[in-house]
C-alpha cells in the first residue's frame, strides 16, 4: 500500500501553479483573440458594433486587436511573476494587478475607440 501525504507547502505549491497556469491560458486567450481581430481586420465581433457609426472599421478593428493583445500581454506578466515570486500575498499581488491593468485596459480601448465612432 502506497502512503502518499502532502504538506502544506506541497499543496500551496500545486495552488500557486494551477492558478498561474489558469491566468497564462487566459492572457493566450486574449492575445489569441485580439491578434485575430488585430491581423484580418474582424470589427464584427467587437462587442457593440454597429457598421453604420463607425467611421473606419479596420482601424477599430486594428486598435481594439493591439488592446486586447496588450491585455493578454500583461496578465502572462502577471502570471509570470505570481509563478516566480512565492510570498504569502502573492494571491492578493496577483488579483490586484490583474483587476487593475484589466480595468485600466478597457478604459484605454474604450477611449480609443472613441476616435472611430461618427
Same mark, same amino acid.
Given at each position: 500500500?502506497?502512503?502518499?501525504?502532502?504538506?502544506?507547502?506541497?499543496?500551496? %505549491?500545486?495552488?500557486?501553479?494551477? $492558478?498561474? #497556469? +489558469?491566468?497564462?491560458?487566459?492572457? &493566450? =486567450?486574449?492575445?489569441?483573440?485580439?491578434? !485575430?481581430?488585430?491581423?484580418?481586420?474582424?470589427?464584427?465581433?467587437?462587442?457593440?458594433?454597429?457598421?453604420?457609426?463607425?467611421?473606419?472599421?479596420?482601424?477599430?478593428?486594428?486598435?481594439?486587436?493591439?488592446?486586447? %493583445?496588450?491585455?493578454?500581454?500583461? $496578465?502572462? #506578466? +502577471?502570471?509570470?511573476?505570481?509563478? &516566480? =515570486?512565492?510570498?504569502?500575498?502573492?494571491? !492578493?499581488?496577483?488579483?490586484?494587478?490583474?483587476?487593475?491593468?484589466?480595468?485600466?485596459?478597457?478604459?484605454?480601448?474604450?477611449?480609443?475607440?472613441?476616435?472611430?465612432?461618427?
Amino acid at each position: 500500500m502506497v502512503n502518499i501525504t502532502f504538506d502544506c507547502t506541497t499543496l500551496e %505549491m500545486f495552488h500557486l501553479m494551477v $492558478a498561474s #497556469i +489558469i491566468l497564462a491560458v487566459v492572457s &493566450l =486567450f486574449f492575445v489569441g483573440f485580439g491578434f !485575430l481581430i488585430w491581423y484580418f481586420k474582424i470589427a464584427g465581433v467587437i462587442a457593440g458594433y454597429d457598421a453604420t457609426k463607425v467611421t473606419n472599421p479596420d482601424a477599430l478593428a486594428k486598435w481594439v486587436g493591439k488592446c486586447m %493583445m496588450v491585455t493578454g500581454a500583461l $496578465a502572462w #506578466i +502577471i502570471s509570470l511573476i505570481r509563478l &516566480l =515570486f512565492q510570498s504569502d500575498r502573492a494571491e !492578493l499581488f496577483a488579483f490586484t494587478a490583474f483587476m487593475v491593468s484589466s480595468t485600466l485596459s478597457v478604459v484605454v480601448t474604450l477611449a480609443g475607440t472613441q476616435r472611430y465612432n461618427k
